[in-house]
């Protein structure tokens, strides 16, 4: 059972000063037999009071406002946690159970939700790949293992080639990404073959393989696999998700996890800074805050007036 100790920073600093910022964080690592949160320290600029509920996928969300004006916003979240190794599926019930159970499963709720499909223009291009006639020759698992190492060998993983705006054809076309690439291209082929597929924030934890993604926040799908529930894929590293993994949300894309999004009243221009550190509780974890922080690029229409989609631009670049 391995113990983390993971820094995850977050800094606006503004040109002039701007007030009002509302904002809502997904910084509560999820809480299960998977993983214990043994301790969570969080500083906001300002000290606001945070609300703390519960969405509409079972994640932890913090809601906090700071009114007085500000040139600097930030937020601090350091975390202590113990990831619990979990059981792989046995796979011996027959493909046709595994797949007739999916069949049944089509308009359930919270199934009904992972398995809505995104509307693109190379839809049939990638349905010609993650064939139902195919892959339904294999386990629902099997199937899943074979599209995750599918993505995994046909996608170079290069930083700074996409953004968090990029579509589904523009990666398609790329063959190229990051995690949250991969992650989303996973989805739409699973949600294909009928298996309910989710995405995930979270961590990916220093281990000796050199995984990529280490120290920084990651992206992975879970799929539904029948008699036996959610499991983890990583496509970026061609692995199951264990117990080196710290799972942050769960949503049907990268919208419904992202870390941080909010609004605020002021100027729009501004640099964003995040910074990452993660490492064993016996290891050495970067304390210095200048030394992790890293600028990120803000996209930014100054041509449009309407401060609150300039600033949900601003967040999805993070």
Known sequence: MPRFKIHHITKYTYEAPVRDSANQILLFPIKDEHQQV???????????????????????????????????????????????????????????????????????????????????????????IASTELYKNYTVLKAAQ??????????????????????????????AGVCQDFAHILSVMLRMLNIPARYVSGYVCPNHNGMRGEGATHAWVEVYIPFYGWLGLDPTNNCFV????????VGRNFSDCSPVRGTYKGTSNHQLDVGVSVGYEDGNV???????????????NTGDSNSFRRHMEMMQQQ
Do not use: C
């Not at 007085?68 to 350091?78: F, G, N, Q, T």
């Not at 264990?242 to 949300?249: P, Q």
């Not at 970067?286 to 030394?291: P, T």
């Open 146 to 175: 074979l599209l995750n190492e599918y993505v995994f060998i046909n996608f170079s993983y290069i930083k700074g080639i996409t953004t968090t705006e990029s579509t589904l054809d523009e990666v398609w076309n790329l063959n």
């Open 286 to 300: 970067q304390e210095d805050v200048a030394a992790i922080l890293q600028p990120h690029p803000v996209t930014v």
């Open 242 to 249: 264990n117990d080196l993994h710290v799972r942050l949300a």
């Open 38 to 128: 043994i301790k969570q320290d969080l500083f906001i600029s300002g000290e606001p009071g945070v609300d703390i509920y519960k969405d509409y996928y079972g994640n932890e969300v913090g809601a906090f406002m700071h009114s007085a004006p500000h040139l600097e916003l930030v937020i601090d979240s350091k975390i202590e946690v113990i990831t619990n190794p979990r059981p792989m599926p046995d796979d011996e019930v027959p493909k046709e159970r595994q797949w007739g159970e999916l069949e049944q499963l089509r308009f359930t709720v919270p199934y009904i939700d992972y398995l809505k499909q995104e509307q693109f223009a190379a839809m049939e291009e990638v349905r010609a």
